[in-house]
């Protein structure tokens, strides 16, 4: 077999020179087959249909490049100074993470090393992974092996159906003035319902499929810098490519402290995105504070069941001078009430919106802020009206 293996090599119309194996021909790994890659890669022709085992290994830089992606049934990478990918590697099966990272470049989607439909990895930590941008088709679930170049910073999405492209990267640099990227996402542009956006890391997940993202924090995302913060005012936010602004997503599970923890957002569609990370509910800071760091988030279901019908805040009745205001996800202002008691039962009063005014806002997360002009606070939190 082994010999057979390397005729078939040389008629498949491969030069190596000048450190690098050139694939102009019809190379194939055939099934129990292994081909191992010591030196640079440069295709230009189909090289797909392979069931054997294609490794890269070395302790030197390698680099896979070329004008059509190849198309791996298992891969290895080890590579101790890491393999950076010009051209897209595709793998059908098993990517075993070895040693090594594997990089793309940050400024360009369309170069990754993409799991196509069942493909899976196996090994990955924070020196070895993608470094750069990973990939998913043709499936509905993921867990992307994505981080920086010391620590392993996965993303798992969950879509609601099957997604035939998605593509995640992780960035720890300031999203106002990212080194990697020349698209900047100014941290003090956002909606008033956020207090602080994190300044230390983000991550880039584009797919056309509505979805919910889990990703974690940890020490170096220093979130226990930010005054005052509870871990529960931590939220994920997302820089919106319609309002050029961040703007909230939300979360539908959260656990952990301060030092470590993690998210799991609300449905959204991530190409809507063009980045997400943390950003916290701002929270007050004197004496009422202390005994109320938040008034909560709430559920309203306005069926004319006497349950939950109206938006009831109880520690109002310390500030009957008072103003509420709510707003869409979007930032957009659909309610606002002076001297707010319960008036709210999910219809809006006040700008463009009044022209649903009859069959009331749409299902889905609102926020809302409200000041208490007698103790000189002002609170904001969450509301999901449910229809």
Not at 37 to 61: C, K, R, S, T
Not at 113 to 140: C, H, I, P, W, Y
Not at 201 to 225: C, G, H, K, M
């Amino acid at each position: 077999m082994r010999f057979f293996f390397y005729i078939l090599l040389f008629y498949a119309g491969i030069v190596q020179a000048q450190n690098a194996l050139y694939n102009s021909g019809t190379l194939r790994i055939h099934p129990n087959g292994n081909l191992g890659f010591h030196a640079d890669l440069i295709n230009e022709v189909p090289f797909e249909n392979n069931q054997g085992l294609a490794g890269f290994y070395g302790d030197i830089p390698l680099q896979v490049q070329g004008s059509i992606a190849p198309t791996f049934n298992d891969v290895e990478f080890l590579v101790s100074n890491n393999i950076f990918l010009g051209n897209s590697i595709n793998v059908l099966n098993n990517t075993n993470f070895v040693d090594g990272d594997v990089l793309t470049p940050l400024n360009d989607q369309t170069v990754f090393l993409n799991f196509q439909n069942t493909g899976f990895f196996t090994g990955e930590n924070d020196t070895s992974k993608v470094t750069g941008f990973a990939a998913m088709t043709n499936r509905d679930f993921f867990s992307f092996p994505v981080g920086d170049a010391e620590l392993l910073r996965p993303l798992m999405l969950d879509s609601e159906g099957n997604t035939d492209l998605a593509i995640c990267a992780y960035f720890f640099e300031n999203p106002s003035n990212p080194s990697s990227i020349t698209e900047t996402f100014d941290v003090e542009e956002k909606v008033r319902s956020i207090g602080t956006i994190s300044d230390r890391e983000f991550w880039i997940v584009q797919s056309d499929v509505q979805a919910t993202v889990t990703i974690s924090w940890n020490p170096r995302s220093n979130l226990v810098a930010i005054p005052n913060l509870q871990p529960e005012g931590i939220i994920v936010v997302g820089w919106s490519k319609q309002s050029n602004q961040w703007i909230i997503i939300g979360n539908s599970a959260q656990s952990g402290d301060l030092n470590r923890g993690f998210a799991t957002s609300q449905p959204f569609i991530p190409s809507e995105f063009a980045a997400i990370t943390f950003g916290t509910i701002p929270l007050p800071t004197d004496t009422f504070a202390v005994n109320n760091p938040t008034l909560g988030n709430y559920f309203l279901s306005p069926n004319g069941d006497g349950i939950n019908d109206s938006f009831f805040i109880e520690e109002l009745a310390e500030s009957p001078n008072n103003s509420m205001r709510i707003f869409n996800r979007f930032g957009q202002k659909v309610f606002e009430q002076i001297n707010y008691v319960n008036e709210f039962r999910g219809f809006s009063n006040t700008g463009s919106f009044l022209l649903s005014r009859d069959i009331g806002l749409p299902e889905g997360f609102y926020y809302y802020l409200v000041t208490l002009d007698d103790l000189g606070l002002e609170y904001q939190g969450f509301l999901y009206l449910n229809r």
